[in-house]
């Protein structure tokens, strides 16, 4: 009975502990119920938002798909709106283009008549004057004194002071020793442009060795002269012409000593001669002479335009000084674009040689014969110009080799400017005096219809300034 007590017992705390595992099982599985209802219940909110985000996905995508298959009719249509529209600016745009072009061409015509009348009004011959600033080197004594003035008030006279007189020289124009390079060039940049417009012009820089011609024909690199600032000048004009005009610009350059051509450009300086061209026109030619054609200001530069060739011998005046003339010929040929027609232009710088009095030199023999061939072409340009400047009918060309080379530049309806060199000390008045009574000589001429008939100024006699032919200066 103690058994069946026992197994009584146990199987009451089985019992208890069967109804305690029931109850926690029937607590376990009502919270997993609630969990699984609340898991349930969220995925139901969710599938019920997912339809209208399905369906505007759906929208997005059909659109998508349209558009895409119409980008390619709307790419091609806005290239073609905008292929209307810039070819209608190009128009608009050529329109203006035309308009301006038009004003342009009117604008360069009416510069080039007031140029023109300029010119006119200046004279197409003008002699110009450059005192020589006094170097260092130059005073060869001490305390030399400076016989040249200038007037501030007046450019186009200076004096000279001489055997305690002044003598006034009136020229055209007159520059002061400090006058710069650039203000020389200014002077005279007008003539250098009408040789585009198919003139002849010439420049001459005369005056007795050492008086600085070489420095304003050439100049130095830092400092250049009128050839380099005018073909600088020259391809500055083309350029700004270039929609109308087209240009082609060669260079020739000779020397002329004892009445020889030799050609500077050619590497043995070969000798040239003067023959009437076989053309027929009547012009004259030089056989064999080397002409370079230069297609910019950077170009020219690599060609040796200098006068480094030319011949020099010592005198007793210069021990480098300059004994002929060096031309340097530029020639340039235009084609109006528009029309076809032609020009062709000359520009011709020369750096004459020095043009002291042979006896001063000290010269002998073949000296002397060279000295007489420089003074002797040095005369006739002087009476080549003073005839033209007097309208006469006869020019005396065929004079010397210089004038004939450059008939044609010199000739009616061409440009001249004589650029006469002075030092302004003491020592070298003589050589001054005759060089200004060169330079009055011809610019006494008197210009203008009314004066064609007008007598020529006698020419008269200085007793320092006997020349090799009858000419002789004024006192
Ligand atoms: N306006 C100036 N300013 C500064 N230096 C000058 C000026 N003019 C001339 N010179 C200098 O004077 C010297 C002589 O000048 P340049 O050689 O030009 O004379 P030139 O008349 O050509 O002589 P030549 O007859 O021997 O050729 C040179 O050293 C030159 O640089």
Redesign the pocket.
């Known amino acids: 009975s103690t058994l069946r007590e026992e197994l009584l017992k146990e199987i009451g705390h089985l019992e208890e502990r069967k109804e305690e595992a029931v109850k926690a099982a029937a607590n376990c599985s009502a919270e997993h119920f609630q969990n699984l209802f609340l898991f349930l219940e969220g995925l139901q909110k969710r599938l019920t938002a997912l339809p209208p985000t399905l369906r505007s996905m759906k929208t997005d995508y059909a659109s998508l798909r349209s558009q895409v298959r119409n980008f390619s009719d709307f790419y091609g249509a806005a290239i073609n709106d905008a292929k209307r529209q810039i070819s209608a600016a190009i128009n608009e745009m050529s329109e203006a283009n035309k308009d301006l072009l038009e004003k342009y061409r009117k604008e360069v015509a009416l510069r080039r008549k007031y140029h023109e009348q300029l010119v006119e009004l200046k004279g197409n011959i003008r002699v110009l004057c450059?005192v020589?600033?006094v170097?260092k080197e130059?005073q060869h004594e001490e305390g030399q004194s400076v016989v040249v003035t200038t007037d501030p008030n007046n450019e186009s006279s200076l004096s000279v002071m001489s055997k305690g007189k002044d003598r006034i020289f009136e020229l055209d124009k007159v520059f002061h020793?400090q006058a710069t390079q650039e203000e020389v060039f200014q002077e005279i940049e007008p003539l250098v442009t009408s040789c585009i417009d198919g003139y002849h012009v010439c420049i001459f820089?005369y005056?007795?060795?050492?008086?600085?011609?070489?420095?304003?024909m050439e100049g130095?690199v830092e400092n250049p002269g009128i050839n380099q600032r005018a073909l600088k000048q020259l391809f500055n004009v083309i350029e700004e012409r270039k929609d109308m005009w087209t240009y082609t610009v060669t260079v020739s350059s000779v020397e002329i000593y004892n009445e020889v051509l030799r050609d500077l450009l050619s590497k043995d300086g070969e000798k040239l001669d003067i023959k009437i061209n076989p053309d027929g026109t009547g012009q004259l030619h030089v056989p064999g002479l080397r002409v370079i054609e230069v297609k910019s200001f950077q170009h020219i530069k690599k060609v040796d335009i200098s006068r480094r060739n030319r011949i020099t011998f010592g005198t007793q005046m210069?021990q480098?000084?300059?004994r002929s003339h060096a031309l340097l010929c530029i020639t340039v040929e235009g084609t109006d674009l528009a029309s076809g027609s032609k020009t062709t232009g000359k520009l011709n710088l020369v750096?004459l040689?020095?043009s002291e009095r042979v006896w001063k030199s000290g010269a002998e023999g073949e000296r002397l014969k060279e000295a007489q061939n420089i003074n002797r072409s040095l005369l006739s340009l002087g009476d080549v110009i003073q005839a033209l400047r007097a309208r006469q009918t006869h020019i005396p060309f065929r004079n010397s080799r210089l004038t004939y080379l450059l008939q044609d530049s010199l000739g009616k309806g061409s440009k001249t400017v004589m650029v006469v060199?002075v030092s302004a000390l003491e020592s070298n008045v003589g050589e001054t005096l005759c060089s200004l009574k060169f330079a009055q000589r011809v610019c006494k001429v008197e210009l203008g219809p009314e004066d064609m008939n007008a007598p020529i100024p006698k020419v008269c006699v200085a007793p320092q300034c006997h020349s090799l032919t009858e000419v002789r200066c004024v006192e």
């Open positions: 450059r020589k600033p170097l130059d020793p820089a005056g007795q060795t050492g008086s600085g011609k070489t420095y304003t130095s210069n480098h000084s300059s750096d040689a020095g060199q």
